[in-house]
């Protein structure tokens, strides 16, 4: 019962997470467009840090929390399965790409535009990418 809990929990956080990974980059998209200092600007300044402080961050921590805690009760001999191997991959690769967004968040605060609109479009879909190797590898459990 105790595993099943800290499983939903996790999964709850990693939705919440991947939401805004999915949707700061939208917002970033949008926001190149905007004059620094104009009122839309100041929008999108506000939405990216609140995006950021009140779900991004704290489901991330979740997610980690819940994640080692799932790996302590099932054991911490899975931490050497080529699937899970795989799977800590994508979150390393999520986890970076949050704190790459995070110091993007700043740059725009900031009034800077480090990237064009055409980039963040591009990219927006990369933790999507991560997510089915994520889910695909602890689903199948490839290796075992």
Do not use: C
């Amino acid at each position: 019962m105790t595993f099943n809990i800290l499983k939903g929990i996790h999964i709850l956080a990693v939705i919440a997470w991947m939401a805004g990974l999915l949707y700061m980059p939208r917002l970033f998209t949008y926001h190149t467009r905007s004059t620094v200092g104009s009122d839309m600007d100041n929008t999108f300044r506000t939405m990216e840090q609140k995006l950021e402080a009140i779900i991004m961050t704290p489901a991330m921590l979740i997610v980690a929390l819940f994640g080692a805690s799932l790996v302590y009760v099932d054991g911490l001999v899975i931490l050497g399965q080529p699937w899970m191997m795989a799977k800590l991959a994508g979150v390393v690769f999520l986890i970076g790409w949050h704190v790459f967004l995070m110091r993007s968040r700043r740059s725009f605060a900031a009034g800077e535009r480090n990237h064009t609109e055409k980039f963040w479009r591009m990219t927006n879909e990369l933790p999507f990418i991560a997510a089915i190797v994520i889910v695909l590898s602890v689903t199948t459990k490839w290796g075992v």
